[in-house]
């Protein structure tokens, strides 16, 4: 894992995250999410400075994710590294919660 995946698992590990169960590289179809939170159909993917090059690539697995019913949330690795609790005020807003 990255730095940023890796700060961002420490919130996410163990129901931290106001009770929500989040997986760490979980298969879904033939992709592998970086975090996802089945309970929500949600995946999390914390993208770097490669993925700029790769726009393509990620949105034909975002549309094909979201046709099986997900909702996919990218964030950037500095966003993560600089500010995790904005990033994990996005992750509840994005489902629906508000942060206490």
Not at 15 to 22: D, E, I, N, S, Y
Not at 30 to 36: P, S, V
């Amino acid at each position: 894992m990255t730095d940023a995946e890796l700060k961002l698992w420490n919130e996410l590990r163990a129901k931290r995250l106001m009770g929500l169960a989040f997986r760490r590289q979980m298969p879904i179809d033939r992709y592998i999410a970086d975090f996802a939170c089945p309970d929500h159909k949600l995946i999390i993917e914390v993208d770097g400075s490669q993925h700029g090059e790769r726009l393509a690539e990620d949105a034909v697995r975002t549309a094909r994710l979201t046709a099986l019913g997900w909702t996919v949330l990218r964030v950037w690795n500095d966003d993560v590294l600089r500010d995790i609790d904005a990033v994990c005020t996005h992750i509840l807003r994005t489902i629906g919660r508000h942060a206490p």
